[in-house]
């Protein structure tokens, strides 16, 4: 049993230290199943909430954006729709954009 733990360790240490991560720098190639979420016909527009945003926040959003703009994760918006968009700090100190789009979920043809 002993040396059962031992070997799983030892193989597990192999498979972190051959594990590297790297960051992407581009969304994948376009495919047939991508496409554009229709809005049922009487959708009528909100707005969100507007927070205001310290000056070192606001330059933090908009290098954010420009970041992910660039590499194609993100794109502007044809909606008239706004949401609230808040980010969550990651294990590794960097940060995930949360859209909330809940009124827009309610809103798409497929429901």
């Given at each position: 049993?002993?040396?059962?733990?031992?070997?799983?360790?030892?193989a597990l240490?192999?498979?972190?230290t051959g594990l590297k991560l790297h960051p992407?720098?581009?969304m994948p190639v376009r495919n047939i199943w991508d496409h554009t979420i229709d809005l049922k016909d009487d959708f009528k527009?909100?707005?969100?909430?507007?927070?205001?945003?310290?000056?070192?926040?606001?330059?933090?959003?908009?290098?954010?954006i420009n970041k992910h703009l660039k590499k194609g994760y993100i794109h502007p918006s044809?909606?008239?729709q706004t949401s609230l968009v808040f980010f969550v700090r990651k294990k590794d100190?960097?940060?995930h954009m949360i859209?909330?789009?809940?009124?827009?979920?309610?809103?798409e043809c497929c429901w």
């Open positions: 049993m002993i040396e059962m733990k031992r070997e799983i360790k030892l240490r192999r498979t972190q992407s720098t581009r527009a909100s707005k969100a909430r507007v927070y205001s945003l310290s000056r070192n926040k606001k330059e933090e959003v908009q290098k954010f044809k909606s008239s100190e960097g940060k859209v909330e789009r809940l009124i827009v979920f309610k809103e």
